[in-house]
Every structure is written in C-alpha cells, then in structure tokens.
C-alpha cells in the first residue's frame, strides 16, 4: 500500500462529457503528478503540481486541466471527452528534495468513454 | 526528447529459468531511473531508483544495474508470482518533475 488513494475505480461517459478524477497524497507529500495510462503501454506524463501550482506539462490539449489544494491532494479535469481518452488515469506522489524522488503510484481510475 | 525502450515486449520463463529485462534510454543528463512493477489493473509498484553508471541494487530475486545508456533488470530463479509487467523510468536534469516512462515487459512466469 502506497497511502495513495484514487476515486472513482471506474467510470463510464460518453464522447462530449467533462469527468474529474481525484488523488489523496500519501501522507507528507507535496507533490502530484497525473499520467494516462492506454492499454499495453507505458505511463505518459500529464502534469505535475506543486504547492497547487502546474509545474510542468506533457503533450496533452488544454481540455486537461488540473488542480491541486492546500492539503495537497489533487483533482485531474477532461473536458469534452473523445474516444482516445479511454484509459488507466494514474496519480502519483511525491516528496521532491527529500532524498529519493520516488513516484508513489494509486491504483489507477479505468475510465471509458464510449 | 528523452526517451526509454524495454525490450523484450513480453517474456515466458520457467519457474526457476533466471534472466534478464532491458531498459534502453536518452536523456539529456541522467536523474534517475526507476524501476516498477504492475501487476494488471492496478498502479505501478515502486522496486529500485538507480542514479549513476556502475550502481547495483538488489531485492529478493530481483537485482537492477545501470550503464551509461541502458539497466537491466536481472531476474533470478523465478517464481509464478513475479510474473507482472515490469516499467522503467527515467528521470532527466532538464525535466526532473516528468517521469518518461517505457512500454513495459511482461513477464509470465509458469510453474
């Protein structure tokens, strides 16, 4: 267990739809980083965010937004939702400067647009 | 761009048939790479952080190495419940907030 907890598991929408994903940080981490994963591949960078700033961004639309609040957890926005978002949505935290800068990894929310 | 190739894409072994996974990358200036494993339908598990050529990490019946363009992930005497997919990540000096990861291996591993 990694303390890093996603909700919902799952989710259905339709092409069109907005959806939010939400991230609890493991306990004293202060940094979220969101991936998408697709089927029989890797984990592709979304962004980051750091003391509810973005600090840094991937190759994905402004129709991903995100948003990160004081007790560090964080929400992940899709806006008009296309049949390529269908994927694994992953959050990962974080404690940069401490040591290692290990990614802490949630399970994961499987969301399908149809 | 920073980029990480894992070859081979999926892997069968018998249990107790040792071997070894690779993780090919480019970065401008090397971080850190990490390794993973993920088992299907969920997030990935953190296993090793490796940050400079030469540097070994062991764990159980895995043991991970890193040259200056690629790490291997050494698998020894295997059992069914390693079998997973195992990720590799690298992290750069230009983009450290960003993980790029590869595609994965999929290690089967039969009784």
């Known amino acids: 267990e990694t303390g890093v907890t996603q909700s919902p598991t799952h989710l259905i929408k339709t092409r069109g739809q907005q959806v939010t994903l939400r991230c609890s940080s493991q306990?004293?981490?202060?940094?979220v980083s969101w991936y998408q994963q697709a089927l029989g591949q890797g984990p592709q960078f979304i962004f980051q965010?750091?003391?509810?700033?973005?600090?840094g961004r991937g190759n994905f639309p402004p129709r991903f937004s995100g948003l990160q609040f004081p007790n560090y957890s964080s929400e992940l926005n899709v806006n008009a939702l296309e049949l390529d978002d269908s994927a694994l949505y992953l959050c990962a935290s974080s404690r940069p400067g401490q040591g290692e800068n290990i990614q802490y990894f949630g399970a994961g929310t499987r969301l399908s647009v149809l | 761009e920073d980029q990480v190739t894992q070859s081979p894409e999926a892997l069968r072994l018998q249990e107790g048939e040792s071997s070894s996974l690779n993780c090919s990358y480019t970065?401008?200036?090397?971080?850190?790479l990490f390794w993973y494993r993920q088992d299907p339908g969920k997030g990935p598990e953190f296993l090793f952080t490796l940050y400079s050529a030469g540097e070994e990490k062991e764990k159980e019946r895995l043991k991970a190495t890193l040259t200056k363009k690629e790490s291997f992930l050494h698998i020894t005497a295997p059992k069914p419940e390693d079998s997973a997919t195992y990720l590799c990540?690298?992290?750069?000096?230009?983009?450290?907030?960003?993980?790029?990861f590869g595609s994965g291996t999929k290690l089967n591993v039969k009784p």
């Open positions: 306990s004293g981490h202060n940094t």
């Open positions: 990540a690298v992290q750069g000096q230009d983009n450290f907030n960003k993980f790029y």
């Open positions: 970065v401008s200036g090397l971080r850190g």
């Open positions: 965010y750091y003391r509810e700033e973005e600090n």
